[in-house]
Structures are given as structure tokens and as C-alpha cells.
């Protein structure tokens, strides 16, 4: 295979393999360090071009393979890497101390998108002027919020006021991961089970247990 000049590869290909050895490795083909000249000559008789794969390994690995068909392999196993790298970017929304029901369920819709396509979310109450008074009230919300959205979504940190702004985080659930709800559920049904077992077995203790006999005066 002609390789052009202009062009700089990635890898070293055929002549531009200057080392006097490498280890060839291939499909069908076992590996052994040979003279590069060598396995030049191996490469042309198999039809295939000897390419540099590992040029800091001592001697230097090279592969036996069409060059155009090993590109498209790299460019495959690094499309498919990037497509296994998630993404995740934060979001905000922004809410007011007195946010309306409907502006309330219209952001609490945003966040849900967000969290399912992975990406975390923060939310915040900001306090305009006096409006500070009412940070109680701006608790409540982020609360409710965290609470909507307990299905798909953790809590990262609590409500946090910095300045005039009550932010809490949250990032998306993963799946088959409990809600905090449920964890005390079963942590619950767990205590409860175990109270249970200790309560039969000492029931069956005291019934095993040999009965007094009572003295009969007579």
C-alpha cells in the first residue's frame, strides 16, 4: 500500500519503520520479534502492511493488517468509547419565593427531563429586595421540589442560602437505586422482622420450659 508523503499518519507504516527489530502480532499469525526487514517481506507475501501499534514497547510491536482496514478499526473503538462517555452538564432553575402552581409544575416538568437525560440539576429560590423575610417559605419549595422529584432524582445537599440565593442539588438517580423512603421502609420491615424472630424464639424458650409443680397442702 502507497502511503502518501504529504499526509503525516498517526502510525508508521512499512518503510517508514526505521528500528532493525520489531514483534509482529496479527491474526493467524504467532508473535516473534524478527528483523524489520523480515517482517516487511512477511507482510508483502501476506498481501497486508506492517503497522507500528506500540512504538515505546521495547522492541517496538507492529501489526500485521491493512492499513485502511486498521484505521477504521481505531476510528470505530474511538467512536464507540465517545459514545459510552456520558455527558453530564448542570442545569438551574430558578424559582421565586412565592412561585405560582403553574410556573411551580412547569419547571418541576423541565427538571424531570433534565434528570432523565442525566444531567444534574440545581435548583434555587431567589429573594429579591425584602422579599428575604419569606425564606421559610422558600425552604418549603425546595423541599417539595426534591420530594416531586424523589422518583428519578437525590438529594446531593440541603437547602443552602448563600447570599440571597437558597439553592439545593440534585443529581439523577441511578436505576434500581432505592429512594431514601424506601431504604427506611426496609430498613424498618427489616427491624420489625428481626423483633419478630426474637419474640417467637423466646416464646419457644418459656414453652419448652419444665412447668412448676405447685405443692398441695393438705
Not at 69 to 81: N, T
Given at each position: 500500500m502507497k502511503i502518501d508523503k504529504k499526509k503525516q499518519p498517526q502510525y508508521r507504516v512499512n518503510e517508514q519503520i526505521h528500528v532493525k527489530e520489531v514483534r509482529i502480532v496479527g491474526e493467524g499469525?504467532?508473535?516473534?520479534?524478527?528483523?524489520?526487514?523480515?517482517?516487511?517481506?512477511?507482510?508483502?507475501?501476506?498481501?497486508?502492511?506492517?503497522?507500528?501499534?506500540?512504538?515505546?514497547?521495547?522492541?517496538p510491536v507492529c501489526?500485521?493488517?491493512?492499513?485502511?482496514?486498521?484505521?477504521?478499526?481505531?476510528?470505530?473503538?474511538?467512536?464507540?468509547?465517545?459514545?459510552?462517555?456520558?455527558?453530564?452538564?448542570?442545569?438551574?432553575?430558578?424559582?421565586?419565593?412565592?412561585?405560582?402552581?403553574?410556573?411551580?409544575?412547569?419547571?418541576?416538568?423541565?427538571?424531570?427531563?433534565?434528570?432523565?437525560?442525566?444531567?444534574k440539576v440545581k435548583a434555587y429560590v431567589f429573594f429579591k429586595g425584602r422579599s428575604i423575610v419569606f425564606k421559610e417559605q422558600g425552604e418549603v419549595l425546595l423541599l417539595r421540589f426534591a420530594n416531586?422529584?424523589?422518583?428519578?432524582?437525590k438529594v446531593e445537599n440541603m437547602p443552602v442560602l448563600e447570599g440571597k440565593r437558597m439553592s439545593i442539588m440534585l443529581s439523577p438517580r441511578k436505576p434500581g437505586q432505592p429512594k431514601k423512603s424506601q431504604q427506611r421502609t426496609d430498613a424498618e420491615k427489616r427491624t420489625q422482622s428481626e423483633t419478630n424472630e426474637i419474640k417467637v424464639s423466646s416464646e419457644t424458650v418459656l414453652s419448652s420450659a419444665p412447668k412448676e409443680e405447685k405443692e398441695i397442702e393438705e
Open positions: 499469525v504467532e508473535s516473534v520479534v524478527m528483523n524489520t526487514h523480515e517482517a516487511l517481506l512477511l507482510a508483502e507475501g501476506k498481501g497486508v502492511d506492517l503497522v507500528e501499534i506500540s512504538p515505546n514497547a521495547n522492541p501489526r500485521l493488517i491493512e492499513y485502511s482496514k486498521f484505521l477504521y478499526q481505531q476510528k470505530k473503538k474511538a467512536k464507540e468509547m465517545k459514545a459510552k462517555q456520558v455527558k453530564v452538564e448542570l442545569k438551574e432553575i430558578r424559582f421565586g419565593p412565592q412561585t405560582a402552581e403553574a410556573d411551580y409544575n412547569f419547571k418541576l416538568k423541565h427538571a424531570q427531563e433534565f434528570l432523565k437525560d442525566g444531567n416531586d422529584l424523589e422518583d428519578i432524582a
